[in-house]
């Protein structure tokens, strides 16, 4: 369970680097919409404990899909955009996960999160051992 100290520590910690990196934000966000038309951002589905699932913020790497929403790409299929390329290469899409630490939905330090197009996550949650809760 998640520490009033480690709360403030991913506040201030997220809140810095969101304002340091404020430029290259506003740099990527205008690539992304002028590489290709769609939304800037993707709410990608991840599992929390207990099977809660999270809607966390990145940036769109892939063209848009006709229902308006990005589909799941792997590393050089032809759905990346050129830009989408770059910031799976060097993880800047995940950038925006900062707002998703400031709202309390996920910490900078813990374990990683669990994607349900990740083929073993099923397995991976059923291996941690269960918390009980009085």
């Given at each position: 369970m998640r520490?009033?100290?480690q709360r403030s520590f991913d506040i201030i910690a997220a809140s810095l680097l969101l304002?340091?990196?404020t430029p290259v934000l506003l740099l990527i966000a205008g690539l992304v919409k002028i590489s290709s038309p769609g939304p800037v951002f993707y709410r990608r589905r991840f599992f929390s404990r207990g099977g809660r699932t999270l809607r966390i913020l990145q940036f769109r790497a892939t063209v848009a899909v006709q229902?308006?929403?990005p589909c799941l790409a792997i590393a050089g299929e032809r759905r990346l955009t050129p830009i989408g390329r770059f910031l799976r290469?060097?993880?800047l899409e995940r950038l925006p996960r900062l707002i998703n630490v400031i709202r309390g939905e996920i910490s900078l330090v813990g374990p990683r999160l669990q994607s349900p197009d990740d083929s073993d996550w099923h397995s991976n949650l059923s291996a941690l051992r269960p918390v009980v809760r009085g």
């Open positions: 520490t009033d100290r304002l340091l990196s229902n308006g929403g290469r060097t993880g």
